[in-house]
């Protein structure tokens, strides 16, 4: 009797559990808006996978990189993992187990929205490193009420922006007094800080390369380029548009600039607009292309990567782990990402409750244009750009007196550098 | 009793092991780990099996100018940082030991003591302000004095300067203590002797005092090498190695070396500055021991 009734138990026990639970691991370096996100997209993933939960679990990116690194060479890799195509790029170079995800998008069936511009941002030594989730728009923004204090319209034009620059700073806008205010904030101490600032003015104004074209041909003495790049140096030096600490400042400190509201002219990531709309700007800003430079060329918004989803070769449950990287880019983990993060690559989400600055990111209607990303074919680039930009800082701090020579000179240098890392490096 | 030496010996690192076994397991582990790094290439370094490159990396450190300005560069520094930082707090410790301060002795120990506790980032965030050519405090008051206005950490010519002065705020105050505390055991027999043989006062202090303050200049000799060979912090937060690399130290540099992958590179540096810091130390321990004897 005791013995069936143990048997019984036992048997009751095994029909009544669910199964073995799986449990998904995925690291990522968006904070705590991304682990929001990926929660309710892992419970909305759970529900057509019964037993499987995500876990996600949020590193600030300098720990992310090692800690990634180090748990795929160590056999301990998570199961996924979500951030920038640049920092996956350095993860799969550094251990070479991240998995090409392109049977995983040609397996689903509505991936059309995704541009040929988003898919080359998102392959790295022949294989496709991340499936694109969120496309990063950057547009550039301008203080409405000083705007309309020096009655001025949105500029157009690099010379509308300089004019409106002068204008504010000679206006006393915040009425603290003139000397306070600036036209641009910008930042450049590191530098991808400085380069990414001459990467939007100048995909900005139309152009495709900043420093190199995709064969590693340095362009930045070509005349339009010569130009954009002059015009931001000075930007720092001559016109004095800027804080003039400027040098020194890195994010935080132009976000502080920014929110502080010492500057008028800003950049405007479409993961800064709801905390703008509520907080530091608090809405006091309007949004479009970056100014034109050239009148034949189309200026933009600068599609500034992708940030998507990656899974290691040896991640525990691959399998699962496809499934649920292409589900990141179905309708309702999407929608959650606009929601939520600010970005996706589906344009056929509901935005109806976005602000109308939050819509203009989520359906564009402004030309883009996308970052070239050199180092995804060129091994060498980031030594060369590290290079390039101790030139550049070294015009700030003392700015040349002929910028025309200054720019062909270091062209000239930079040609030299280049050659000599591609022969070492390859 | 030889047993019951060996007996209280072992008893002693019984109590010592656990310390030992974790200051080689957090201490002197990771800085082999990084010295293995700094002989393999950059992009397989954190892979189970790298490729080992021999030299190759302290040879491409040593051939990279930027490296070179910048060791030269935190030579200079450490130099003057540690003969300014020494001789200030030397100065304000024989002001604290005088007859002359009177009461006030309290609230000039607590200013320069309560920096040396303030979280080190807070206090370089507000020295960042103070510098700032918009808004910054020092610029207002030269100007407000009708002085030309410092330049501050926006240029190149003086940004090392003004590190230097928020280092010195930063830390003088522990030097301060340890030449206090010698000052309270001198021999003040030695001093009134002298001022009995009509030494002058400079004659007093070079030749009574000074030598008496060996100890605690020895003491703080070894630690501001130490400390301003090492300057990292203060670099982050205020300059970030600029303007133009005016305060790119060697730390500084690895650091950024590291952040772009190229860790071989970046520990490699690290291993230079580590041996120099340990050669520095133990000379200048040397040569104060040697001087005492």
Known sequence: MFIR??????????????????????????????????AEAGAEFAKTHPGVSLRPISYPTDQWFGRTIGAINTGTAPDLL??????????????????????????????GFLSGDDLRVASFGGRMIILPVQRVQMAFG???????????PFPQTWEDAKRVAGKFQAGDPEGTGTGTVFGFALEAAKPRDLIHMLDLFTFGAGLRHTLVDPEGNVVIDEPEHARVLAEVLNTFGAYKLVPPDT???????????????????FRVGDWNVAKWDAQGIKGDFVVGAWPRFFADRQNAVVIGGMRGVAVPENAPNKKLADEFAAFLLGKPAQQASLRIVGSAVRRDLDVSGLSERQRLFAQPQWPLIAYDFPEGGLAWYPELEAAFHRKLLTAIAVPPQDMPAFVKATAEEMRTLAKQLAARKG | MPGLAIRREGVFYLFALPFAALTILFGLWPILLSIQVSFTASATALQPHPQWVGLANYAAIFADPVFQASLARTLLYTVLAVAANLAFALAYALLL??????????????????????PDVAGYVVWRWLYDQSFGAVNAALKLAGLPGFGGLASPGTAMLALLVAELWHHAGFYVLIFLANLAILDRAQTEASHIDGATTLQRFWYVTLPQLRPAIAVNLVYALIQFLKTFTAVVVMTKGGPADATNFVSFYAYQQFDS?????????????????????LSAYRVTERGRA
């Open chain 2, 261 to 281: 992958a190229q860790y071989g590179q970046a520990t490699a540096m690290a291993t230079v500055l580590f041996a120099i810091v340990l050669l520095v130390a």
């Open chain 1, 247 to 265: 040098i020194n400042y890195s994010f935080n400190e132009m976000y502080q600039v920014i929110e502080g509201g010492r500057t008028g002219m």
């Open chain 1, 5 to 38: 009734l143990i048997t019984a138990l036992v048997a009751a026990m095994l029909l009544a559990s669910p199964g073995r639970a799986q449990q998904l691991s995925i690291w990522h370096d968006l904070g705590d808006n991304g682990t929001k996100w990926l």
């Open chain 1, 82 to 111: 979500f951030s920038n195509y640049e920092r996956v790029i350095r993860v799969a170079s550094q251990t070479g187990k991240i998995g090409d995800m392109r049977a995983v998008l040609d397996g689903i069936a509505d991936h």
């Open chain 1, 142 to 152: 301008v203080r409405k009420s000083w705007l309309d204090k020096v009655g001025e």
């Open chain 2, 97 to 118: 030991d005088s007859a002359l301060i009177g009461w006030g002795r309290t609230v000039f120990k607590l200013a320069v003591f309560l920096p040396v506790v303030t």
